[in-house]
């Protein structure tokens, strides 16, 4: 990686700010009809017409959030597209435009700065996102990188946190936990490979959980079944922090309380072989994980048949009135009130 002392290192001091712009965004072709500019003037213009224009932004700090010892930049750049189209496909609109700004120091030499734009590219080509700004200035330690996602959705589209109504069913797409386990793997890898650089870790009972840490999917795919099934949900959030806090917010913001099933919660089977070899609770690691860029959202009970049979969705509760407050039904049927570190509660259970 950055510290390879056989790859090329060319200083980016010797392209120049503008060469150095120009070089990372030579590939960025224009998909949306709606980039009416991209970059090279002062400030991009963008047309959307009658529809409304979702805007997003997430700062990522090295050593905060992201680790380069096992983040390779590649995935890190990947991944920072994601963070935040994953909050544009959470209001239930389409992702039209990102811009990226980067701060870096001399630590870093072009050939770095080229493969975090590698997997920016491939994030732009996969969703179909365009390029269109950004800033580029020089830190004194690690690199920053914040990005800016730009979306559209009609007004009659658009879901918002605060508009769940009781009798709703909770639902949850893909499974929760992975990412957390991901980062727990890599962690103890880099540990060992402290101790013992020569050692090869064997990541084979991991791959799924290291891949949904390391590259994660925002769920566009999603936005398109619920408008393919004719279901528009009553409220929606995507899960970054843990479906816990996910939930607190959706029931704190609508006024309303819930019942989320302890059973239901969907699982990887990796999820649950390496809770078991890391004597973790599975249910804690899901409610409280985070980085899953999971959608959850409510839906009218009388949509249910629509999504009943869809592997990709999976109801895990159902909304109640505010004076119930929100709760886990545990697996031996009893309620615990749900905080935002759900494992405090399943915690102190275990200590009884
Ligand atoms: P200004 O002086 O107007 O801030 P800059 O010299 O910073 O302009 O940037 C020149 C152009 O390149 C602008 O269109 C800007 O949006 C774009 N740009 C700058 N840095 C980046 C970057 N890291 N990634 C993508 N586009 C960038
Ligand atoms: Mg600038």
């Not at 909050?87 to 030499?109: H, K, L």
């Not at 020089?138 to 959705?153: F, H, N, Q, R, Y």
């Not at 084979?204 to 408008?227: C, F, G, M, S």
């Not at 704190?252 to 649950?272: A, H, M, R, W, Y």
Request: aromatic letters at 6%; glycine letters at 6%; proline letters at 3%.
């Amino acid at each position: 990686m950055i510290e390879d002392k056989n790859q090329q290192r060319t200083s980016i001091a010797e392209l120049g700010e503008f060469g150095l712009i120009s070089h990372l965004t030579q590939n960025f072709k224009i998909k949306q009809t709606t980039t009416v500019k991209a970059m090279g003037d002062d400030a991009a213009v963008l047309d959307f017409k009658n529809k409304q224009t979702l805007i997003t932004t997430d700062l990522l700090v090295e050593g905060v959030h992201f680790d380069l010892s096992y983040m390779p930049l590649k995935h890190l750049g990947y991944k920072a597209v994601m963070v935040n189209l994953s909050d544009v496909y959470a209001m239930n609109g389409n992702a039209t435009q990102i811009t990226v700004s980067i701060a870096v120091s001399n630590r870093f030499p072009l050939e770095a700065l080229e493969e975090l734009y590698e997997g920016i590219h491939l994030a732009c080509e996969t969703y179909a996102v365009d390029l269109v700004g950004g800033d580029t200035t020089s830190s004194t330690k690690g690199l920053l990188i914040s990005i800016t996602a730009i979306g559209e959705v009609t007004k009659k589209k658009a879901v918002y946190r605060n508009t769940a109504k009781p009798n709703d069913l909770l639902v949850v797409t893909g499974d929760l936990g992975a990412a957390y386990l991901g980062l727990q793997v890599l962690e103890r890898e880099k540990q060992v490979f402290k101790v013992n650089p020569n050692s090869q870790p064997d990541l084979t009972p991991y791959t799924y959980l290291v891949e949904r840490q390391l590259k994660p999917e925002a769920r566009k795919d999603i936005v398109k079944l619920l408008k393919d099934l004719e279901v528009k949900p009553t409220s929606m959030i995507d899960i970054s922090d843990g479906l816990s806090s996910e939930i607190i917010h959706i029931c704190t913001q609508s006024k309303v309380g819930c019942n989320l099933f302890e059973e239901k919660i969907p699982l990887d089977p990796q999820v649950i072989s390496t809770c078991e070899e890391f004597e973790l609770n599975s249910t804690t690691i899901a409610l409280s994980g985070g980085e899953d860029y999971e959608l959850l959202f409510t839906i009218s009970q009388k949509d249910y048949p629509k999504i009943k049979a869809n592997p990709n969705l999976t109801v895990i509760g159902h909304i109640t009135d505010e004076s119930e407050g929100m709760n886990l039904i545990t697996r031996a049927n009893q309620k615990v009130k749900l905080t935002a570190q759900g494992w405090n509660a399943l915690f102190n259970k275990k200590e009884d």
